[in-house]
C-alpha cells in the first residue's frame, strides 16, 4: 500500500499570518490535531499543532510552527512512511506530488490502513486466492 491509498486529500492548510486564535478555531472545528503551513504560492513551509498551540508564544502561525517538515511522496510505502515518522517523531506528514501538496498522513492514517490489510489478510477465504 502506498501514501497515495491512504493519504487525505483534502488537506486543511493555515497561512503563517493566521492568528493564534484562528488557528485553535480551525483546529477545533476541523477535529484535527494539526495542519500545514502553506506560503501564497502553496509551498509547505511548517507544520503546526496543538503541541505548538500549548508551548509556544506569539500571536501568529509563523511565530509557534515547526520549520522543519519532513515529507514523503505518493509513492512512499507504508514501511517507508512509518520509518520516517518514527525517526522524526511527528503524527503526521504532508504527501508531496513534486512540489506541491497532494494529501496529508496521519499515524491513524497507517493504524487504518493496517487494519483494513489485516482484516482482509486473514479473512480471504482460500477459494478467493
Known sequence: MLAKDIMTTHVITVSPMTSIKRLAQILSQAQIS?????????????????MDLLVGKGAQVKSIMS???????????????????????????????????AGIISRAD????????????????????
Open 110 to 129: 497507517i493504524v487504518s490502513a493496517l487494519a483494513i490489510g489485516e482484516h482482509i489478510a486473514t479473512h480471504t477465504p482460500i477459494y478467493d486466492l
Open 67 to 101: 520549520k522543519k517538515v519532513f515529507c514523503v511522496t505518493e509513492d512512499a510505502t507504508l514501511e517507508e512512511i512509518a520509518s520516517v515518522m518514527t525517526r522524526a517523531k511527528v503524527k503526521r506528514l504532508p504527501v508531496m506530488r513534486g512540489e506541491k501538496l
Open 34 to 50: 494539526g495542519a500545514p503551513v502553506v506560503d501564497k504560492t502553496g509551498k509547505v513551509i511548517g507544520l503546526v499543532s496543538e
